[in-house]
C-alpha cells in the first residue's frame, strides 16, 4: 500500500471532516467555531446558532487552498481523472514536440515519466541561490565550480575536481541549447533555487528561434501540508500541471535578463531599483525572491544572514544539542519562502562554527552531516540578542562582503541598505 500523500484529497473523507466539524460547533465547542472562522471568507456571519453544513465546506475548502467547495469537488475530480489516465497508459502528454524537461534537481525525475510524460529530463543544479554569480561569462563556469568544491563538497564528504564539475555544467548548457529539443518547459517554484535557475536559464535562451519555450510554475497546491516544491506532489497532480503552462514571450524574456543582470552587479542598487520599479509582472514570484536574496546580506546589527539568524533562533529554543537533521526542519518551519536543501543549509551555516569566535558547536565533524549535534554557544545568543556582532567575508551573487566593503541592512526596509567601508 502506498502512504497517503497530502497533496491527494478525498472528497468523501473532507465531507466526514466537514460533517464532524459542524456537529462539534452544534456542541458549543469555541475552538471548532473558531477554525471555521479562521478560513471563511466571511467569518464575522459565522454564530453557533447560524453557522450551515456548506459554511463549514467552504472554510474546509479555503483551508486545504481552493476559493469554494465547488472548487475542491472539480479539482478532486481533475486530479482523479489524471490518475485514471496515468493507470490507462495514455498517450504521452509532451508527444508530437521533442521535448526537454528542465528542473533544478532530481526529484520529479522518475515521476515525470509516472505521470506519463516522454521527453529527456535536464537537471540544472548549480546552487545560483548561494555564493558568487559573476558578471564575466568566461569564467562563470569555473568560479561557480569552485564555489561548490570549497563549500558543498566538503559537508557532503565528496571529492571533485573544479574542471569536473565546470564541465558537466557545459554539458548541461550544451543540452540546453541542442537543435533536437522542439520545446523546451522548465518545471519551477516560487522560491529562490527554482526562480534563479529560470531565469539564468532564459539568459543562455534569449536569442534562440523556431523553439516553443514554456514554463509550469507553482506557488501553491491544494492540500493538508504546506506546498514547497513538485517532488511533494503525487504523479497525478505532476500530471495535472501540464495545462497550466504558460509560454515564454519577449517581455518576459527581457524581464529575466534584466533581472538576471541586476543579480550579478558589485552593489544592490539594481536590484533595489528592479523592486522600486514593480516592472516584472511577467514574474508574479521574482520580486520576493530578490527581496529574499537581499536578506543574506549581513544584518546591521547582528551580521548574521537571514538564514543564520532563522536557524540560530531555531537552536536557541532546543534545551539540548540536535542533530543538523532535525536543525533543518526547524528551520524550514519559519523560513518564509524555503529554497534550501539540507545540504544547502549546512553549508550556510557551518561558518558559525568555525569563526574564532563561533556562535554554535558541533560534536564532531567526522561523523555524517546529517548525524552531527549541533547546539548554541554563550556567544551565539549574545550576537542574536543585538549585543556581539558576526564578522564573516561572503558572496551574496555579485555583491561581495569582505574586509574592504560591506552592505548591511535591518531586513525590513530597503532604504537601511547600507555600505559599510572596512
Given amino acids: 500500500m502506498q502512504p497517503h500523500n497530502s497533496f491527494s484529497i478525498n472528497l468523501n473523507q473532507q465531507k466526514i471532516i466537514a460533517k464532524k466539524r459542524l456537529k462539534a460547533i452544534r456542541l458549543f465547542d469555541f475552538n471548532t467555531l473558531d477554525l471555521v472562522k479562521q478560513f471563511h471568507s466571511q467569518p464575522d456571519t459565522l454564530s453557533f446558532e447560524s453557522i450551515q453544513l456548506a459554511d463549514v465546506q467552504h472554510a474546509l475548502a479555503r483551508e486545504l487552498g481552493l476559493p469554494s467547495w465547488n472548487k475542491l469537488k472539480a479539482h478532486v475530480e481533475r486530479l482523479e481523472s489524471h490518475k485514471n489516465a496515468i493507470a490507462k497508459r495514455e498517450k504521452a502528454l509532451d508527444s508530437g514536440l521533442s521535448t526537454l524537461h528542465v528542473r533544478c534537481g532530481h526529484d520529479i525525475q522518475e515521476k515525470l515519466k509516472e505521470s506519463g510524460f516522454e521527453g529527456q529530463f535536464l537537471p540544472m543544479i548549480d546552487p545560483l541561490c548561494m555564493g558568487p554569480i559573476p558578471k564575466a561569462e568566461q569564467s562563470f563556469l569555473a568560479i561557480r565550480a569552485q564555489f561548490v568544491v570549497d563549500t558543498m563538497?566538503?559537508?557532503?564528504?565528496?571529492?571533485?575536481?573544479?574542471?569536473?564539475?565546470?564541465?558537466?555544467?557545459?554539458?548541461?548548457?550544451?543540452?540546453?541549447?541542442?537543435?533536437?529539443?522542439?520545446?523546451?518547459?522548465?518545471?519551477?517554484?516560487?522560491?529562490?533555487?527554482?526562480?534563479?535557475?529560470?531565469?539564468?536559464?532564459?539568459?543562455?535562451?534569449?536569442?534562440?528561434?523556431?523553439?516553443?519555450?514554456?514554463?509550469?510554475?507553482?506557488?501553491?497546491?491544494?492540500?493538508?501540508?504546506?506546498?514547497?516544491?513538485?517532488?511533494?506532489?503525487?504523479?497525478?497532480?505532476?500530471?495535472?500541471?501540464?495545462?497550466?503552462?504558460?509560454?515564454?514571450?519577449?517581455?518576459?524574456?527581457?524581464?529575466?535578463?534584466?533581472?538576471?543582470?541586476?543579480l550579478t552587479e558589485e552593489?544592490?542598487?539594481?536590484?533595489?531599483?528592479?523592486?522600486?520599479?514593480?516592472?516584472?509582472?511577467?514574474?508574479?514570484?521574482?520580486?520576493?525572491?530578490l527581496m529574499r536574496?537581499?536578506?543574506?546580506?549581513?544584518?546591521?546589527?547582528?551580521?548574521?544572514?537571514?538564514?543564520?539568524?532563522?536557524?540560530?533562533?531555531?537552536?536557541?529554543?532546543?534545551?539540548?544539542?540536535?542533530?543538523?537533521?532535525?536543525?533543518?526542519?526547524?528551520?524550514?518551519?519559519?523560513?518564509?519562502?524555503?529554497?534550501?536543501?539540507?545540504?544547502?543549509?549546512?553549508?550556510?551555516?557551518?561558518?558559525?562554527?568555525?569563526?574564532?569566535?563561533?556562535?554554535?558547536?558541533?560534536?564532531?565533524?567526522?561523523?555524517?552531516?546529517?548525524?552531527?549535534?549541533?547546539?548554541?554557544?554563550e556567544h551565539g545568543i549574545q550576537c542574536l540578542n543585538g549585543n556581539v556582532k558576526f564578522d564573516q567575508q561572503y558572496w551574496v551573487g555579485g555583491i561581495?562582503?569582505?574586509?574592504?566593503?560591506?552592505?548591511?541592512?535591518?531586513?525590513?526596509?530597503?532604504?537601511?541598505?547600507?555600505?559599510?567601508?572596512c
Fill in 267 to 289: 552593489t544592490p542598487d539594481s536590484i533595489v531599483s528592479l523592486l522600486d520599479q514593480h516592472e516584472l509582472d511577467c514574474l508574479p514570484n521574482i520580486s520576493a525572491v
Fill in 153 to 262: 563538497l566538503p559537508v557532503m564528504g565528496h571529492k571533485e575536481s573544479v574542471q569536473n564539475i565546470a564541465q558537466q555544467e557545459q554539458r548541461n548548457v550544451e543540452t540546453l541549447l541542442d537543435d533536437k529539443f522542439e520545446r523546451i518547459v522548465f518545471w519551477v517554484e516560487h522560491d529562490s533555487y527554482d526562480q534563479l535557475m529560470l531565469i539564468r536559464c532564459l539568459t543562455y535562451l534569449e536569442n534562440v528561434k523556431d523553439k516553443v519555450i514554456e514554463i509550469i510554475e507553482l506557488n501553491q497546491f491544494p492540500g493538508t501540508e504546506r506546498f514547497i516544491g513538485f517532488g511533494q506532489l503525487p504523479a497525478e497532480a505532476i500530471r495535472s500541471c501540464w495545462h497550466d503552462r504558460k509560454p515564454i514571450n519577449a517581455r518576459l524574456m527581457s524581464q529575466a535578463s534584466r533581472c538576471w543582470q541586476a
Fill in 293 to 377: 536574496h537581499l536578506r543574506e546580506l549581513p544584518h546591521s546589527i547582528s551580521g548574521l544572514s537571514f538564514t543564520q539568524r532563522l536557524a540560530l533562533d531555531a537552536l536557541k529554543e532546543q534545551s539540548n544539542a540536535i542533530s543538523v537533521s532535525k536543525w533543518f526542519q526547524l528551520y524550514q518551519q519559519s523560513e518564509p519562502l524555503p529554497y534550501l536543501g539540507d545540504v544547502m543549509f549546512y553549508a550556510l551555516v557551518l561558518p558559525l562554527a568555525t569563526n574564532e569566535n563561533p556562535l554554535i558547536t558541533v560534536d564532531s565533524l567526522e561523523k555524517n552531516w546529517w548525524e552531527q549535534q549541533v547546539c548554541i554557544t
Fill in 400 to 421: 561581495p562582503n569582505n574586509n574592504k566593503s560591506r552592505w548591511e541592512w535591518d531586513h525590513l526596509q530597503l532604504s537601511s541598505l547600507s555600505n559599510v567601508q
